[in-house]
């Protein structure tokens, strides 16, 4: 089991019980799954841009990812219905665990100029955060990516308001704005 999972049944659970005052246990927000997403303006210009960024979302969350389609043809764009656009991979369990311990302790610190997240959310508990540049992951090798590529992170979880959303992701490590960092213990 991962450390960030441990931390989470160990020491998170009773701090949102605590905090929010549930009366069952299974009203406790956790977080169920972390979708991320990169959209390839570059398809149209090169045919390899698609393949360099889908082994390189390989690397960065261990599994494959999935192609992503145009579903309208827009010709100022000069976009085909069907042209593949970007890739995407949803990660659960234990990977998305993992990816959330390296993204929170690793990542984050790595990215330029970053004092933290801001603390927007959806208005249904999930959390999308975007990341100019790729490169900040250490899985990646540097010689071999090409281009600076972005690309959007959702944290989609069972918290039924933004405050619990935002209470359980600080708890887990997330950096945000304004609000003290927890250090895990």
Known sequence: MSRLKERF?????????EKFGYKNVSNIPKVEKIIINMGIAEVIKDK?????C????????GQKPILTKARLSISNFKLRQGQPIGVKATMRGARMYDFMDRFFNIVCPRIRDFRGFSIKCDGRGNYTLGIDDHQVFPELDLDKVKRAQGMNITFVTSAMTDEECVELLRLLGLPFKNLPIVVAA
């Open 9 to 17: 049944n160990r020491d998170i659970k009773k701090q949102l019980l």
């Open 54 to 61: 889908l082994n390189e979302l390989t690397l960065i969350c």
């Open 48 to 52: 390899n841009a698609i393949q360099d």
